[in-house]
């Protein structure tokens, strides 16, 4: 079965935030390499770790991650 | 803490060691372990049917010695090297990983299955007809049996670990490490 892809914003809300790599993996309980994984789109996270993440950056979890791609910043769609 | 718990954190914080990370930056350089690891194998299943062959005399114990020693300077290092690369995803138990690396430990050990799975099929079928001709009366030197086992062993054992290290692919840069985000 073909992995659908899940878009996140992880990265952003992490740069936003001014939180390391390693300091989101240990709140989330994961390793640091896991973060960069999700960052880089090559891995899904569960529902239980998709929703701690967004409990993390206090957002929805809609927020974080989308079915389809976020627009750009700047873009006016 | 009890003395299995502490092994494994000993483990887990020897894999995170930096002293590895050349030997595993690149994909070429994990699958050039890879191979390092698996021709370890093949040597032992060459150690096999060379017992096979010559045992029992002397000529058998000189190849043995030899093979093995050649086996473990392949083993050695690749398994080391692979260990790290992988964080520990074919050896640590299942509680000292995350999510991600239960489901990729998951999908290498069912390409293992599989490979182990054709690997018995062959040396299967080739035992039996190298036995063939001699019927009842077809006799195998202890040695060889003893390394065959040995070799089946280690193959099982080792497979998980080739196909993690073959799969894996590049580690995202550490953000708190200046040399990984060249």
């Not at chain 2, 994909?27 to 050039?32: G, H, T």
């Not at chain 2, 029992?56 to 090297?81: G, K």
Request: with cysteine.
């Amino acid at each position: 079965m073909a992995e659908e892809p899940v878009f996140n914003r992880i990265a952003v809300l992490r740069a936003d935030r001014g939180v390391s790599r390693r300091d989101l993996a240990a709140a989330l309980g994961v390793h640091y390499q896991t973060v960069g994984y999700l960052e880089r789109g090559e891995y899904s996270p569960s529902l239980h770790l998709a929703l701690r993440i967004a409990e993390f950056f206090e957002v929805p979890v809609e927020v974080v991650f989308s079915l389809k791609p976020f627009p750009k910043l700047g873009s006016t769609s | 803490m009890n003395w299995g718990e502490r092994w494994h954190a000993h483990v887990a914080r020897s894999m995170e060691h930096p002293m590895f990370v050349p030997l595993y930056r690149t994909r070429a350089r994990r699958r050039l372990l890879v191979a390092m690891g698996a021709t370890g194998l093949l040597v032992m299943w060459a150690d096999a049917i060379v017992s096979w062959c010559i045992a029992p005399s002397d000529m058998a114990v000189t190849v043995n010695f030899v093979l093995l020693a050649v086996a473990l300077v392949c083993y050695l290092p690749a398994v080391t090297a692979l260990n790290a690369a992988t964080r520990g995803l074919a050896s640590l138990p299942e509680h000292r990983l995350d999510e991600r690396q239960v489901t990729e430990r998951l999908r290498a050990y069912t390409v293992a299955n599989t490979l182990m799975r054709l690997i018995l099929t062959v040396v299967t079928a080739l035992v039996l007809a190298a036995m063939w001709g001699d019927g009842p009366a077809a006799r195998v030197p202890g040695a060889a049996v003893a390394l065959g086992l040995i070799s089946v062993w280690l193959t099982h054992y080792l497979l998980p670990l080739l196909v993690a290290g073959w799969r894996l692919p590049d580690p995202p840069p550490d953000d708190d490490d200046p040399d990984d985000e060249q």
